[in-house]
């Protein structure tokens, strides 16, 4: 088992490359989720939520209702606030999808966005890639099919993604180095 990115869910190995798929059962039933459910999937603190709606990272619920997208938002920011500021996670939403607010302005759904992430991670995890030029490769055959809506827009994900999957494999790094700390030196 591991655990999906960003959440605190474990799901069997070779389902990362479902990315948001493990989660989209979750909404077929329900009308969204409470902030309560999105805190224990995501494994923060509804405070930490909140701040995020309020600065504006994170749209805000309907009729105290959080749907995929808010869920996928959340779960990116939690998923790279180990290795990126927030600030800077901030600047890459915005920089790919704009106002959190406004789903007019995106290029792509932050569900889809995260799916993305996910495969990505999941191919260079498996080849132990953890060069910029590598991951990029994997970046953009992942987006190969992706269907720009305006010239650029490809790129604009590259980018982003190949950040995006920097920070993670780095936040592994960091992770795994804090163990060995605390298990041999500490």
Known sequence: MIKLPGTSM???????????ANLSPLFSVTGGLTLSQICEIA?????????WIKRGWVAH???????????????I???LRNCLQLEQIAV????????????????IP???????????VDKVLA??????????AHVSETLAQYDEPYEGAREKLVEALTVMTLAYIASQIKLRAETIFAESIE
């Open 92 to 107: 890459i939403l915005r920089y790919v999808n704009g106002s959190a607010d406004d789903r007019n302005d995106d290029i």
């Open 127 to 136: 080849q132990n890639i953890t060069d910029e030029d590598g991951i990029r």
């Open 110 to 120: 932050d569900s889809t966005l995260y799916s993305y992430l996910c495969i990505i």
């Open 61 to 75: 619920p309907e009729n105290k209702r959080y749907k995929e997208n808010h869920l996928a938002r959340i779960i």
């Open 10 to 20: 474990e799901i069997e190995e070779g389902r990362l490359i479902y990315g948001f």
């Open 43 to 51: 494994g923060t603190e509804l405070t930490t939520v909140q701040n």
């Open 77 to 79: 920011l939690n998923t």
